[in-house]
């Protein structure tokens, strides 16, 4: 995984932990070291309890962004849709009218 301090991560839950299929997340800190954060309970407590389920899940997206505000502000426009739009393992042929020029 490229190392980027600045960006937004999807992650796909290998089965639905009640309605969620998807974590959205940003960091500052690169992703590396915000899913360390997360393997050691200081992260996402949706990310706690579909571990403590025995749910796997994988990084299946990433966009980098330039700066801290550029990736808070990303994070908010896709929470404001839905993550499956943007899953590659949900959506066969990726949507990409919301995050233009990013891959």
Known sequence: ???C???VYLIHF???YKH???YLGATTLGVAARLAKHETEQGARLLQVVRA???GYDVVRVWRCQSRAEAFAL???LKNHS???ECPCCTPRKRRY???GRA
């Open 14 to 16: 290998e089965q639905p």
């Open 20 to 22: 969620a299929k998807h």
């Open 53 to 55: 389920a025995g749910i």
């Open 1 to 3: 995984m490229p190392r």
């Open 5 to 7: 301090r600045f960006a």
């Open 98 to 100: 919301l995050v233009k």
């Open 83 to 85: 993550s499956t739009r």
């Open 75 to 77: 994070e908010k426009r």
